[in-house]
């Protein structure tokens, strides 16, 4: 039930930064999509995804792996809200 629920988290974290990012520029969407790749998705996908494969090879130790992922995912979240904080705004000609 717990691996569920941490898929559930996962998924919701990212219908809400879709929601949220669904017709802002570009600038706002690598915000939005790093924060949420930080806070509510990166913990929640890798406790489900360790859990899973801890279960499916039947060895509790395997379920460490979730902290090489979160990192991992954590890192991406990071780098794309630097690139949300400083990309520099295209300016559009007329």
């Known amino acids: 039930m717990a691996i ?53 090879v039947e060895n509790g130790w395997a379920g460490l792996i979730m902290w090489l992922i979160f990192p991992i995912i954590f890192l991406i979240g990071l780098t794309l809200l630097l690139v949300g904080i400083f990309k520099k705004e295209k300016e559009e000609r007329n």
Not at 22 to 30: D, F, L, M, N, W
Not at 33 to 40: F, K, S
């Open 4 to 56: 569920a629920i941490g898929y559930i988290i996962a998924c919701i974290g990212a219908l809400a930064a879709y929601l949220l990012s669904t017709g802002e520029s570009r600038k706002k969407k690598y915000k939005i999509w790093g924060i949420a790749l930080m806070i509510p998705i990166s913990p929640a996908l890798a406790f489900s995804i360790g859990l899973s494969y801890a279960i499916s």
